[in-house]
């Protein structure tokens, strides 16, 4: 038996659905499949409230915008059944057999995550370019890579747990805006003893924002991991091992004043053709260094 818990944000979800769907009748199993819109506007209510007709879909459209943690608890509450597989909405299904793969590791593990890949094409739109190379580059990883790093290369949007998991663990919903959730929710539970099982089985990554609007939501995440880091919420992320190794190596200073030096064409290349991510990952070590300042 299997909940598919599908939170929605202003992305049409039908073609995702139907692929879940199919797969899931193919192996004969009991499965629902929650999809909750939170607060998409009009348009994409409309193209997805088709799902409102089919078996085995609760299709609802929420009264408020809840976020990225709250609507993840709300979904695993509503479960029926104590296998959640969650997926963002702006996930494609690429493998025939991505439902049968997930079924067979459930018997042995409580967490297992599927992965994130991105298209090996750049998209026709090359205001889009800097998260396209990002994803491929630094997102989509084999699965021995994302083993060696359960915590740090976890990703809710594709990933299946135990429904008591998450009720006894819910999501922090003190952690507001975007980033970082998931991670802090791996890494409680990896403390309490509940190790994440990393297997081939990824989804595409279809939702690819501009340059700037994905600059803006990488700031907002950097924003959100310094404030947990000031509460006290224990987190390892990549980032927060360079900063370390930068005080280590004694590299800080010639870090920052390279980009400072270089701060407005570093900004230009991000949003260009052919971002460089080395300044990427300078601009968000600047940046949250900047955070520490205030």
Known sequence: MLSILIPI???????????????????????EILC???????????????????????YTELSENLGRARIRNWLAKSAAFENLLFLDCDSKIVRKDFIKKYLSYIPDYEIIAGGRGYSKKPPRAKSKRLHW?????????????????????????????????????PFDEQIKGYGYEDLFWAQKLYNKGIPIMHIDNHTEHLGLEKSIVFIK?????????????????????????FVEKAEKWKVKPFLLNYYTKRKDKIYQNLLSPKPNLFYFDLYKYAYYLDLNKK
């Open 133 to 169: 190379k990002y994803g491929l580059k630094r997102e989509s990883k084999k699965v021995s890579v994302r083993q060696q790093n359960a915590i740090q290369l976890f990703h809710s949007n594709n990933f299946l747990v135990k429904r008591k998991y998450m009720i006894q663990y």
């Open 217 to 241: 939501k990488t700031e907002e995440s950097l924003t959100n991991l310094y404030k947990m880091i000031k509460e006290g919420k224990a987190i390892n992320t990549r980032l927060l091992d």
């Open 36 to 58: 909750f819109d939170d607060g998409s506007t009009k348009n994409i209510k409309h193209e997805n409230s088709i799902l409102s007709s089919y078996f085995g879909v609760n």
């Open 9 to 31: 944000y202003n992305f049409k979800v039908v073609k995702l659905v139907d692929a879940l769907k199919k797969q899931c009748e193919k192996q004969k199993i009991v499965f």
